[in-house]
């Protein structure tokens, strides 16, 4: 079964009802550039209320490995997913995801310098906006890594095209953070529910 993470998370309501309809994982973004950016402490309370069993991942973009430890602690995640060039090592203490934009078959290239430990999360390539672009990419490009690693497929993904997009990959995750929004960081209640019907089908 394909996992759901439903990333952009900043209310209690929307992370209730996303792990009622099977979400596997929920992203909080730690980058102030975000219109979905989130404080540690309004994501402790949050993940504080979670089952156990929820992964809790924070989105970091070029962050150092010791500013992120102390927001991980506070905020009580398990994950974390990071945009940039730094190199993130492989942890013990949580699961590290490592966001690629993707930018054509070239990208398999940087992605095989990857250790495998790290998993992969493909995205629409956007250097401004980084993710929740709502982009979607060549998924030729994600079927071809998903063959070796393990891998969330991201980039526009909604209702409409998530039951194809999980046919034609067949990865490890999938994840949505735009698709399901009425507005950044607010996520729309039927929307969710459509995209759990097709991601879960």
């Known amino acids: 079964m394909t996992k759901v993470k439903i990333c952009g998370i900043t209310r209690w309501a ?12 929920l992203g909080f973004v730690f980058w102030e550039n975000s219109p979905r950016y989130v404080t540690p402490s309004s994501v402790r ?13 924070g989105v970091f973009v070029n962050t150092p490995l010791r500013e992120i430890e ?13 945009y940039g060039d730094d190199a993130v090592p492989v942890s013990s203490r949580y699961e590290v995801i490592r966001a690629v934009g993707v ?9 095989d310098l990857i250790p495998k430990a790290i998993t992969v999360l493909l995205d629409g390539h956007d250097p401004v906006k980084v993710g929740g672009t709502g982009r979607v990419f060549d998924w030729a490009v994600a079927a071809a890594v998903a063959k070796s690693r393990r891998i969330f497929l991201a980039g526009g993904l909604n209702a409409e095209n998530v039951r194809e997009a999980v046919r034609r990959v067949n990865p490890y995750g999938i ?13 729309e209640p039927t929307a969710l529910r459509s995209f759990f019907r097709e991601a879960l089908a």
């Open 45 to 57: 309370a949050i993940t504080s209320r979670l089952p156990e069993n929820i992964t809790r991942v």
């Open 14 to 25: 929307d992370a209730k009802l996303a792990v009622d309809l099977g979400a596997a994982l």
């Open 103 to 111: 930018q054509g078959e070239e990208t398999i290239k940087n992605i």
């Open 70 to 82: 102390p927001i991980v602690e506070h905020a009580q995640l398990s994950a974390i997913q990071v």
């Open 175 to 187: 994840d949505v953070s735009s698709g399901v929004e009425r507005v950044p960081g607010e996520k």
